[in-house]
């Protein structure tokens, strides 16, 4: 899991999801440190990771929303994942992610 270790969100939200009893490895990792390199993350560079929430699992790039509903598969909420994948959910949750990603920039 790609994250902004200098977004306060962020912060709050990555350290609530390490005190679950995850039933796999998650490396969480803070892009905004100075040894962050691309090139172990499949080529995701700072500014992509800036601009656009990434996991990474199984060798696949999960990007925006879709990241989000990966990383709470990963750390066991999948039934979260699952309920905003509904097709009378997601749009909204595609939509709410594309106004946070926005937010959080500014």
């Known amino acids: 899991i790609l994250y902004d270790g200098e977004c306060s969100i962020c912060q709050v939200e990555i350290s609530l999801l390490k005190r679950l009893p995850s039933r796999q490895y998650v490396d969480y990792v803070d892009i ?3 040894d962050y390199k691309p090139e172990l ?3 995701v560079t700072y500014e992509q990771a800036m601009k656009e929430m990434h996991v990474i699992s199984n060798d696949k790039v999960y990007v925006k929303a879709d990241a989000i509903r990966k990383m709470y598969e990963v750390v ?3 039934w979260l994942a699952d309920f905003s994948r509904r097709p ?3 749009p909204y949750c595609d939509k709410l992610y594309i106004k946070f990603a926005k937010y959080r920039l500014e």
């Open 76 to 78: 066991g909420l999948k």
């Open 88 to 90: 009378t959910i997601a």
């Open 32 to 34: 905004t440190k100075a």
């Open 41 to 43: 993350y499949h080529g």
